[in-house]
């Protein structure tokens, strides 16, 4: 509650997509785009890029040694946990290296969750699960707490658990973010985060984050993430200023969209659903394989992702991570989740 105006943010966001339309994505520019640019450019802060020091806050300083991710083939809900067990994705958090390429043996993390809101005890049982222990987030109420990912024949599905501030202080909208690479392990994608610079529209300019990649992180590319700016109760099957998928790939696009990111329009749906209150507001969401490759998916990839929480100007973040990553450095990436799709 005592961050600083610039200090609050997070993202929820969700997004399915069915259609199949052959150009799903359509980059356009935010009506607001001149004025806002003008506007609402002030320089990142850049030495806000450290959570608050623990010496001001009551919050229990987290225990980094200790407090490690949970990322497992199932939901905390499945009442036959050991039907799955995932020494691979258990060691790689252990270790701290990044869940790489490697496809193990374990059952894909197939589902098709119902896109309404609600985290529902049977339908993330195979999905992949990262779980915060860095509680309560510096930012309270501001929390990241658990994510699922998991996928079908027709889409990525996302799930997270948390919440940001509408207007915090005054300030505008926290956001949390996720930042999706498509095809992690190849070549493609946008690895240096400064060059994400698009200050018109809440979201995006959320997503404007200059997140540094360290090697832990592997060869992670963004082309795209997926965002809310202000949780509240949402139900959408497109992508608007404050919420849903952006793609910031191919960098040949035009505008570019580095600078000018593009909506996605079709193919995902969103719902999330703010249980004021409580630790349990949430936001699903999909994109259907086509709006998130501009195409058909290739037979096999990985994706990867990170997700954060960021205040309105996109250059402060607090100390939750998912997966679980430094608490003191949460602007710097050495974990992404990685999921096998085949
Ligand atoms: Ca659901
Ligand atoms: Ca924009
Ligand atoms: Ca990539």
């Known amino acids: 509650m005592k961050q600083r105006s610039l200090a609050l943010s997070a993202v929820a966001a969700c997004a399915v997509c069915a259609c199949v339309e052959g150009q799903p994505t359509l980059p356009r520019r935010d009506a607001t785009a001149d004025t806002a640019r003008e506007a609402s450019a002030p320089l990142p802060d850049v030495t806000s890029d450290r959570p608050s020091p623990p010496d001001d806050q009551s919050a229990p300083l987290p225990d980094v040694v200790d407090d490690r991710p949970t990322i497992a083939m199932d939901s905390g809900a499945d009442a036959n946990p050991d039907a799955n067990p995932d020494a691979t994705l258990d060691a790689r958090t252990d270790t701290g290296v990044p869940a790489d390429a490697a496809p193990d043996a374990a059952p894909a993390p197939r589902c098709t969750p119902a896109i309404d809101g609600t985290i529902s005890p049977a339908e993330y049982t195979a999905a992949l699960r990262a779980q915060n222990t860095t509680l309560p987030s510096a930012w309270g109420p501001n929390e990241l707490r658990e994510l699922y990912l998991c996928y079908d024949d027709r889409a990525l599905y996302l799930a997270v658990r948390g919440s940001v501030e509408t207007s915090p202080m005054g300030s505008p909208a926290n956001a949390i973010v996720v930042y999706i690479d498509r095809d992690y392990g190849s070549a493609t994608g946008i690895s240096l985060f400064s060059a994400l610079n698009d200050r018109s529209g809440a979201l995006d300019t959320a997503l404007s984050s200059a997140f540094t990649l360290t090697a832990g992180a592997g060869a992670f590319g963004v082309e795209g993430a997926f965002g809310v700016a202000g949780l509240r109760t949402i139900t959408s099957m497109s992508s608007d200023e404050t919420q849903g998928w952006r793609l910031f790939w191919p960098t040949t696009a035009v505008p570019d969209r580095r ?64 997966p679980f990553d430094m608490p003191a450095t949460p602007r710097s990436i050495s974990r992404v989740l990685t999921m096998p799709v085949r």
């Open 259 to 322: 600078t000018n990111f593009a909506y996605v329009v079709t193919g995902v749906s969103t719902q999330c659903q703010d249980r004021a209150g409580t630790m349990d507001d949430v936001c699903e969401t999909s994109i259907a394989w086509t709006s998130l490759f501009e195409g058909p998916r290739p037979a096999t990839t990985t994706i990867a992702l990170f997700a954060r929480i960021v205040n309105g100007a996109g250059d402060n973040s607090p100390d939750q991570t998912l």
